[in-house]
């Protein structure tokens, strides 16, 4: 099958379309032909060698760790039929022709391949954050930083539908699409702490950084570290900031949650831009470069 790999770590030309041997279902797996996989922060940087202690590849390495396709087998235990379309977890990478997926939901009809692609990291990663932070509730205003990009986009929304005032930060260009999800815009920088707490003046309860900058203001704005999280900056735990990521942990109420969300009109994902296997190496630079609104996708 073919399949994007890297050989070694380094630049996005390490990509490649590779011809591989094709993955099988293990017990409480399923594989699926995929139709879409989705690109991520954490692939760029699993690829430059970054974090090559705490996440070492296995080469070749199969890029991505979300997709949706067709289920087309199904391992012993797996709650899953052949012919089902799912979205979900990928283990060993995600942008191949076939994926084993771990973790999975049943795909909405209302979202395109793309969208289902798109989904995983950001819904599971937005409610982790949530649960992390204690809940989010209806009374409660939370600040999401770097709101606009593919995890902020679907943290947004989910906040949103549990009823809490969101103010997200993000670029100015931005500041129509965060309104059009349901945010209060504001720009991140000099100045981040002054203008929420105009918009706020009775407090901000929690803060989710999806930046990885900001963190002393998030920490000014919520009167306490442990009322901000962070998926982006690894070094904040030593401020008492709340750091989570990896499969380890997962909520996966969260996909339930953000595929009903879909179903009913309530929340979509916005995809920046679609891309081919061969144009791996792009994707993965237009990743590393930010100011991403929405996802990024590859397809087959």
Same mark, same amino acid.
Not at 20 to 42: K, L
Not at 125 to 137: C, D, N, Q, W, Y
Not at 225 to 238: E, H, L, M, W, Y
Not at 244 to 256: I, Y
């Given at each position: 099958?073919?399949?994007?790999?890297?050989?070694?770590?380094?630049?996005?030309?390490?990509?490649?379309?590779?011809?591989?041997?094709?993955?099988?279902?293990?017990?409480?797996?399923?594989?699926?032909?995929?139709?879409?996989?989705?690109?991520?922060?954490?692939?760029?940087?699993?690829?430059?060698?970054?974090?090559?202690?705490?996440?070492?590849?296995?080469?070749?390495?199969?890029?991505?760790?979300? /997709? !949706? +396709?067709? *289920?087309?087998?199904?391992?012993?235990?797996?709650?899953?039929?052949? #012919?089902?379309? =799912?979205? &979900?977890? %990928?283990?060993?990478?995600?942008?191949?022709?076939?994926?084993?997926?771990?973790?999975?939901?049943?795909?909405?009809?209302?979202?395109?391949?793309?969208?289902?692609?798109?989904?995983?990291?950001?819904?599971?990663?937005?409610?982790?954050?949530?649960?992390?932070?204690?809940?989010?509730?209806?009374?409660?205003?939370?600040?999401?930083?770097? /709101? !606009? +990009?593919? *995890?902020?986009?679907?943290?947004?929304?989910?906040?949103?539908?549990? #009823?809490?005032? =969101?103010? &997200?930060? %993000?670029?100015?260009?931005?500041?129509?699409?965060?309104?059009?999800?349901?945010?209060?815009?504001?720009?991140?920088?000099?100045?981040?702490?002054?203008?929420?707490?105009?918009?706020?003046?009775?407090?901000?309860?929690?803060?989710?950084?999806?930046?990885?900058?900001?963190?002393?203001?998030?920490?000014?704005?919520?009167?306490?570290?442990?009322?901000?999280?962070?998926?982006?900056?690894?070094?904040?735990?030593?401020?008492?900031?709340?750091?989570?990521?990896?499969?380890?942990?997962?909520?996966?109420?969260?996909?339930?949650?953000?595929?009903?969300?879909?179903?009913?009109?309530?929340?979509?994902?916005?995809?920046?831009?679609?891309?081919?296997?061969?144009?791996?190496?792009?994707?993965?630079?237009?990743?590393?470069?930010?100011?991403?609104?929405?996802?990024?996708?590859?397809?087959?």
């Amino acid at each position: 099958m073919k399949a994007v790999v890297y050989e070694e770590y380094g630049d996005p030309e390490v990509l490649h379309v590779a011809d591989i041997e094709e993955p099988h279902a293990g017990p409480g797996e399923i594989r699926i032909a995929v139709r879409a996989a989705g690109v991520n922060p954490i692939d760029f940087k699993q690829r430059s060698g970054v974090m090559r202690e705490m996440m070492p590849a296995d080469f070749p390495q199969i890029d991505g760790r979300e /997709a !949706a +396709g067709v *289920v087309d087998e199904v391992g012993e235990g797996a709650s899953a039929s052949v #012919g089902d379309e =799912v979205l &979900g977890f %990928a283990v060993g990478g995600a942008d191949a022709e076939h994926a084993i997926l771990d973790d999975f939901v049943a795909k909405p009809a209302a979202a395109s391949w793309e969208a289902a692609a798109g989904l995983p990291v950001a819904a599971e990663t937005s409610a982790r954050v949530f649960e992390v932070l204690g809940g989010l509730s209806a009374d409660q205003t939370i600040v999401i930083n770097g /709101a !606009a +990009g593919g *995890v902020g986009a679907i943290a947004v929304q989910l906040a949103v539908a549990r #009823g809490a005032r =969101v103010i &997200g930060t %993000a670029s100015e260009r931005n500041h129509d699409f965060l309104r059009s999800l349901g945010a209060e815009p504001t720009t991140y920088g000099d100045g981040m702490v002054e203008r929420i707490r105009a918009l706020a003046p009775e407090g901000v309860d929690l803060a989710f950084d999806t930046a990885g900058q900001g963190i002393p203001e998030l920490i000014e704005l919520t009167g306490d570290a442990a009322k901000v999280a962070t998926i982006a900056n690894f070094q904040a735990g030593s401020l008492g900031v709340k750091v989570t990521g990896g499969a380890a942990g997962r909520v996966l109420g969260g996909l339930t949650e953000a595929t009903a969300l879909i179903e009913s009109g309530r929340l979509k994902v916005p995809i920046e831009r679609t891309f081919s296997f061969a144009e791996a190496p792009e994707a993965h630079r237009a990743s590393e470069a930010g100011h991403v609104r929405g996802k990024l996708v590859l397809v087959p």
